[in-house]
């Protein structure tokens, strides 16, 4: 049972142009969500969250919005840069339970120069 | 301020044989986890220590996997025997605080192959 979904396996943009990177999840439980990025040989490594109470939280090149009522988030990268270029995993939890954090499949981004 | 280290790197074992995973976490953290990613999967939590103390193993497969932080720092993961199915990274990463909003690091983990 996958509780939290990220549908595009992989995605391609030209540089400059916006990265829109897509999550949706099922328990109505989580409240906290999180995006991470992975490069190859590497741990992954945190990005930006929000919180329920929010729906947009915004940090440099990177936003994250929460439509609560579709259960779905999506990470923009404004401009998209080669540097980008890596796997992101979305992950989900909830504070009033057992704060497992509950990761998505990941999308591999891949930015063209 | 060093990161999340982990050893070895990589390493192939025949099914049936044991395999250990050892990892420092980030100096004063006091939460510990484990994760296993296989191909193609996010990484799933497989145990979480806060100090020596165990929060969370209800995913850890426990007649096949154990793990222990003596002390509180350092933590070993270990698989015996292994299964064709343990092949995948094997995700260490610490945090300042079991509090879930506090940031966690990973290593670069372990990949495993089980032949």
Not at chain 2, 17 to 38: K, M
Not at chain 2, 104 to 112: A, D, K, S, V
Request: proline share 5%; charged share 20%; hydrophobic share 35%.
């Amino acid at each position: 049972d996958q509780q939290v979904k990220q549908n595009s396996p992989s995605l391609s943009v030209q540089e400059g142009r916006i990265s829109i990177l897509n999550c949706d999840y099922t328990n109505s439980m989580f409240d906290y969500f999180l995006w991470y990025k992975k490069y190859p040989a590497e741990g992954p490594t945190f990005l930006i969250s929000i919180s329920s109470i929010k729906d947009k939280n915004e940090d440099g090149r990177f936003t994250v919005f929460l439509n609560k009522s579709a259960k779905h988030l999506s990470l923009h990268i404004v401009p998209s840069q080669p540097g980008d270029s890596a796997v992101y995993f979305c992950a989900a939890f909830g504070t009033s339970g057992t704060y497992k954090y509950i990761f998505g499949t990941g999308t591999r981004l891949k930015v063209l120069a | 301020e060093a990161g999340v280290a982990q050893s070895p790197r990589y390493k192939i074992i025949e099914k049936r044989q044991s395999v250990a995973f050892w990892c420092n976490p980030i100096s004063g953290h006091a939460t510990l986890y484990w994760y296993q990613q296989i191909l193609g999967q996010g990484p799933k939590l497989l145990i979480q220590f806060q100090n020596n103390g165990v929060v969370d193993d209800s995913q850890l497969p426990k007649d096949r996997f154990s793990a222990e932080r003596l002390k509180g720092v350092d933590s070993t993961l270990k698989i015996q025997p292994a299964k064709l199915e343990d092949s995948a990274v094997y995700l260490c990463a610490s945090s300042w605080s079991v509090v879930p909003q506090e940031t966690q690091y990973f290593g670069p983990g372990t990949r495993l192959l089980v032949l």
